[in-house]
């Protein structure tokens, strides 16, 4: 006779979708790793009065139905459990989120002008603690996945870029389609390659493909290409090594050359010697690109 399934995965598993639950039931000692996670919450918020039950359904709700065991064994637990509590609009969770995440925003995004950061964080305040019309509050929408610390700096990072673009700090904003794809390779020659009626397929082609790539992979060009972080810096937003940082910017790249080509070939009549030729001023062009593409 098989005893019955422990408190905590159990009601876990009470919460997610037959599929999940059952990827989630392979997890080697379930029940020793969400104490753990349980336990490293309540250590590092001790004055949260969230209950378990309402933490453990915030955490399933955040689980994918494909990678659910890696995503619960390196889950950020402790900033879940605030990202709750925020979301619950608990007075010491919101005092918590504004003194260890928010005021560190402007330390890590001090490559920005000041007064853009603290607009930025102004109304990231308003987005992400405010529940409005029945809709809850944003912070809700965080997974776990990676540092909140990091997930607040990105939007923060996005918001003074949108705030600095309406204020026409951000020249390329305003450019044609023609003047991004000459901001690929102003003077080149091999330009010529494409029709002048292509040129604005180009563009069209680079900012679908931005689109799909994951948005950490999109986050990370962003800040390296548009705000110009360097590797170092991007290892203190996302609390990684700056080699790990560094392996995947250059992943992110990559992705989105082969995404380029893939759907260039498709969209263009050029030969296989055309197409990589042009991939090639792509690639060595690529922050100029990016700088006007990702505003």
Same mark, same amino acid.
């Not at 689980?63 to 010491?92: F, I, K, M, W």
């Given at each position: ?26 997890v ?66 919101l ?19 000041r ?5 930025a ?60 794809v ?17 040129? +604005?397929?180009? @563009?069209?082609?680079? #900012?679908?493909? &931005?689109a799909? =790539?994951?948005?950490? %992979?999109? *986050? ?25 940082? +560094?392996r995947? @910017?250059?992943?992110? #790249?990559?992705? &989105?050359?082969? =995404?380029?080509?893939? %759907?260039? *070939? ?7 010697t ?20 990702? @505003?």
């Amino acid at each position: 006779m098989t005893s019955p399934p422990a408190p905590l995965a159990a009601r876990l598993r009470a919460e997610l979708s037959p599929r999940t639950a059952a990827l989630v039931d392979a997890v080697e000692s379930l029940e020793a790793l969400l104490e753990r996670h349980v336990a490293s919450a309540r250590e590092t918020w001790p004055g949260l009065t969230l209950d378990v039950p309402t933490f453990l359904q915030h955490l399933a709700r955040h689980l994918p139905d494909e990678n659910a065991p890696e995503v619960l064994r390196q889950l950020h637990a402790s900033d879940l459990y605030l990202a709750c509590a925020c979301a619950t609009g608990e007075e010491a969770a919101l005092l918590g989120f504004e003194h260890h995440v928010l005021r560190r925003i402007p330390d890590r995004l001090h490559a920005l002008p000041r007064d853009l950061v603290d607009e930025a964080l102004q109304r990231l305040r308003e987005q992400l603690l405010l529940g409005r019309d029945g809709v809850p509050a944003k912070i809700s929408t965080y997974s776990g996945r990676g540092p909140l610390l990091a997930w607040v700096t990105i939007s923060a990072a996005r918001l003074a870029s949108q705030l600095a673009g309406r204020e026409g700090q951000h020249l390329a904003a305003d450019k044609s389609a023609e003047s991004y794809v000459q901001l690929l390779a102003p003077g080149d020659p091999e330009l010529e390659l494409l029709r002048k009626d292509s040129r +604005a397929v180009v @563009v069209e082609v680079l #900012r679908k493909v &931005l689109a799909a =790539l994951p948005g950490p %992979e999109r *986050a990370l060009l962003r800040l390296h290409h548009l705000h110009g972080y360097s590797m170092t810096q991007l290892a203190t937003v996302f609390g990684e090594s700056r080699s790990g940082v +560094a392996r995947r @910017v250059l992943l992110a #790249r990559e992705r &989105l050359l082969k =995404l380029t080509r893939t %759907e260039l *070939a498709s969209r263009l009549q050029l030969d296989d010697t055309q197409l990589e030729s042009f991939l090639g001023l792509i690639r060595s062009r690529l922050d100029l690109s990016l700088s006007g593409l990702m @505003v």
